[in-house]
Nanobody
């Protein structure tokens, strides 16, 4: 059974940092495209960052480029999202996603990130 468990969310002031982690079981993260999505109240879920299977190439949404860094630890079978210079508009529930192809798409339960003074 596949499980993705996020951790590391919380509340932080603007300009602060948080590090999200996603621990995977039942799949090997290196074999999947791993993604971080977020969903703010009243908005659609949006892709924030991706690390591709194999080589681990990262891509980011324009809104977080230069501030967020996604990484993968193959030994621990985890992916992380380092979030720096956080802004109030980064407030959302953040979800870890693993995608291989149709029928092999998995989600974590989400973790709340709140950026507020």
């Amino acid at each position: 059974q596949v499980q993705l468990v996020e951790s590391g969310g919380g509340s932080v002031q603007p300009g602060g940092s948080l590090r999200l982690s996603c621990a995977a079981s039942g799949l090997i993260v290196m074999r999947y495209d791993m993604n971080w999505y977020r969903q703010a109240p009243g908005k659609e879920r949006e892709l924030v960052a991706r690390i591709t299977s194999g080589a681990g190439t990262t891509t980011y949404a324009d809104s977080v480029k230069g501030r967020f860094t996604m990484s993968r630890d193959n030994a621990k079978n985890t992916v992380s999202l380092q979030m720096d210079s956080l802004k109030p508009e980064d407030t959302a529930v953040y979800y870890c996603n693993a995608h291989l192809y149709v029928g092999y798409n998995y989600w974590g339960q989400g973790t709340q990130v709140t950026v507020s003074s």
